[in-house]
């Protein structure tokens, strides 16, 4: 079964920043194909749900869904309607005040949530939350929101995801 990888960047973000573009490198290297949605002129988080949605409805194949900050959380919430063989998420932007009740429930897919220890913006203790709810495998790692300098340790993690991904027959 062919696998499409789908990348979701954060607010401020860029849909080639230097964690996609690795990660990209990862999935690419397993014979996976790439896809990456700019989202730079949508401010709006539900918007940017929507566009995720519409341009995954047009992809065929097996999905996997790797979000960063409002990414991860965009990535969650299409996850909700849309059947997904695995999420990716980085200090995802979950029960961010003021936005506690648009946190996506969590989905029956493998789910890996990496987030950095001296995160300023997403608290970690976010991720414990949604990840204990969602039984998805949490790594803590020494870095900020945007764990550039946790490039080398992100394509790790990532690709024992891909491996369990395509060793699921049903995936």
């Known amino acids: 079964m062919t696998h ?26 397993r014979g996976m194909q790439v896809e990456s949605v ?3 002129q949508i401010d709006d988080p539900m918007a940017r749900v929507t566009k995720l949605h519409e341009f995954v409805r047009t992809l065929s194949g097996s999905l996997i869904l790797v979000g960063s900050s409002l990414g991860g959380h965009v990535s969650a919430a299409v996850a909700q ?3 997904v063989s695995g999420m990716f998420l980085m200090a995802p932007a979950f029960y961010m005040p003021g936005f506690e009740r648009y946190t996506p429930k969590p989905v029956s897919c493998p789910v890996v949530i990496v ?5 300023d913006i997403v608290p970690v203790e976010n991720s414990f939350r949604w990840g204990r709810e969602a039984a998805a495998t949490l790594h803590i790692v020494d870095g900020d929101h945007r764990l550039n ?23």
């Open 81 to 83: 309607t849309v059947p």
């Open 38 to 40: 700019d989202y730079r």
């Open 115 to 119: 987030h950095g220890w001296r995160d």
């Open 149 to 171: 300098e946790n490039i080398p340790e992100l394509k790790e993690l990532f690709a024992l995801l891909l491996s369990r991904v395509a060793e699921n027959k049903h995936a």
């Open 4 to 29: 499409t990888v789908v990348f979701s960047h954060g607010k401020d973000g860029d849909p080639w920043g230097n964690k996609i573009v690795a990660l990209a490198d990862v999935a690419r290297g």
